[in-house]
């Protein structure tokens, strides 16, 4: 049985690595393998495509992991921060309103005491108001309006899972008067590779592959009748199963489906986010923590992380990375401007002093970061990658799946291709 195997991410890698069959080749449209978890360098400095940081529940993922980095990583505490109006406090909010301001932090307490705790939830908006009062949901609907461009009442609630902390009456009011408050963020700990950046993680994935990875291979047409996939260079390949793990909207339009499924693509919203890499001389005035939630609706900084924190690098430079997410074909993001104003905006912040402390700085756009869940996505979901299976394609990954999957989900959406295909061999 032949397997043509499309995007070398961890999806494609993962399947490959489970995968029994003797014939299976993956194609890869970058020079690398590692996909979205792949990094750059800047000044020797790893920099991954927005902040990346491993945990997982899963004992074969946590063996794989082990075998990559045979004891070689940092583990911290998963201990983000929020900025707001000039505040710097622990994430996440609802129990750490402490250094928020008297009137805002009143505020929230009581309508998080008078939250309509019974009221029907249609919507992520919703969710927060019968979580949380309308005081704290406020800051939800910022954050969410700035993370996915969309507004919390058109998406659904379905990604939320232990994504989101509910704590108890006794813990707001706590966090009402102390910062010394419980963690509450869905990892209490996180690990890091110390070198290699965040593909590290990984590496015995594609360390020893027996399967040829042909890079600089960018699908550019599938034929499900003829199950043949036309590659950049000309070349192409028949297949009896194809494993794609490259974007969903992507694999629809170099394929020859119908214009129901075309039209039924249309309907798929995600976010592509600007990534802003900055190297600085090294200074010990470090606000927040390892990565940062940024809530004010005036700052285009939206998440920001000190990756050189992830991993432990006690190199003369510090690296700071800012994320910057919009809505690609339907927001225009001139990228020279958009660093520009970054960089104003790390000052404001006080996570830099001033330009003249930047040694380097680069920036990359990846084009698909977060999908968006809203009322269409599972619907169409479904009736697309239905209609690729029936064809002998099965869609795998964080975008194949199309779903927020993390690293070790991502796994074993390959995994579990893999077992399937070994079934059917
Ligand atoms: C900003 C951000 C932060 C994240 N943070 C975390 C985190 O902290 N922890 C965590 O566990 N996970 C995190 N994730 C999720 C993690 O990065 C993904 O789950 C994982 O990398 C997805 O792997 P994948 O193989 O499914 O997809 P991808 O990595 O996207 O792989 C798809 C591959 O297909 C290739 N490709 C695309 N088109 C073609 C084509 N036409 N022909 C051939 N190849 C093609 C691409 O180049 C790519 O290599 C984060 C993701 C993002 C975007």
Redesign the pocket.
């Known amino acids: 049985m032949k397997v043509i195997i ?7 890698l993962s399947c490959a690595y489970f995968v029994k069959s003797q014939d299976v080749r993956i ?4 020079d690398h393998v ?4 792949a990094s750059t360098y800047l000044m020797g400095k790893a920099f991954d ?6 945990f997982s529940k899963n004992k074969d993922v946590l063996e794989i992991f082990n075998r990559s980095v045979d004891d070689k990583y940092s583990k911290r505490r998963s201990a983000p921060f929020n900025f707001y109006q000039g505040t710097c406090f622990k994430h996440p909010i609802q129990n750490n309103l402490w250094k928020l301001p008297f009137e805002v932090k009143k505020r929230c307490l009581l309508d998080y005491i008078r939250r309509p705790s019974s009221m029907r939830v249609r919507n992520y908006h919703d969710w927060c108001l019968r979580n949380y009062g309308q005081g704290i949901a406020e800051f939800y609907r910022m954050y969410t309006t700035k993370f996915y461009r969309t507004d919390p009442r058109d998406m659904t609630t379905d990604w939320i899972g232990n994504r989101i902390s509910t704590p108890t009456l006794e813990e707001v009011i706590a966090g009402c008067f102390t910062e010394e408050t419980e963690y509450r963020y869905y990892q209490d700990y996180y690990m890091y590779p110390r070198k290699g950046g965040f593909l590290a993680c990984f590496s015995e994935l594609f360390r020893e592959l027996r399967t040829p990875v042909f890079l600089n ?3 550019r047409g599938v034929d499900v009748n003829m199950r043949t996939v036309f590659f950049k260079d000309g070349r192409r390949e028949v297949f009896d199963k194809l494993v794609s ?3 969903l909207p ?1 694999l629809v339009h ?1 394929s020859n489906c119908p214009a129901s499924i075309k039209k039924e693509t249309e309907k798929l919203r995600w976010t592509s ?1 600007l990534v802003v890499n900055v190297v600085t001389k090294n200074s010990i005035h470090l606000p927040g923590g390892d990565w940062n939630y940024i809530y004010d609706v005036d700052k285009r900084v939206t998440r920001q992380s000190y990756p050189f924190i992830l991993s432990g690098d006690e190199g003369n430079c510090r690296s700071i990375q800012v ?1 910057i997410p919009f809505l690609m074909g339907k927001e225009e993001v001139d990228v020279k401007e958009t660093v520009e104003r970054v960089i104003r905006e790390l000052i404001e912040l006080k996570i830099l002093n001033s330009p003249g402390e930047i040694v380097a700085q680069n920036s990359g756009i ?1 084009d ?3 999908v968006i869940h809203d009322r269409n996505r599972r619907s169409s979901v479904r009736r697309i990658r239905g209609y690729f299976r029936e064809r002998g394609v099965y869609t795998i ?4 799946e199309w779903d927020n ?6 796994i074993l ?1 390959g995994r579990r291709c893999a077992e399937e295909l070994n079934r059917t061999t």
Do not use: C, N
């Not at 499309?6 to 494609?12: E, I, S, W």
């Open positions: 499309l995007g070398a991410g961890l999806a494609g194609y890869e449209k970058e590692g996909g979205t978890a495509k927005g902040v990346h940081i491993f291979s960018e699908a793990s490259i974007p992507m170099i986010a994320e990846t698909f970061a977060y990954g964080r975008f194949g999957l993390w690293s070790d989900q991502a959406s």
